[in-house]
């Protein structure tokens, strides 16, 4: 709750964490529909 509630009070490793989060569920719910992803994809940028 505190991330969307207050982002600014976020340690940096904090948002590295929760960034690595979100790219895994990301990846894990493009597995479980199929989507395929190609070189210009996002996730390699973040």
């Known amino acids: ?4 509630n207050e982002p600014e009070k976020l ?3 904090e948002v590295s964490g929760l960034l690595d ?5 990301i990846r894990d719910m493009r597995e479980q529909t199929g ?4 070189a210009k994809d996002v996730l390699r940028g973040l």
């Open 1 to 4: 709750m505190r991330a969307a």
């Open 11 to 13: 340690s940096p490793y």
């Open 21 to 25: 989060r979100s790219i895994d569920t």
């Open 35 to 38: 989507i395929a992803h190609g």
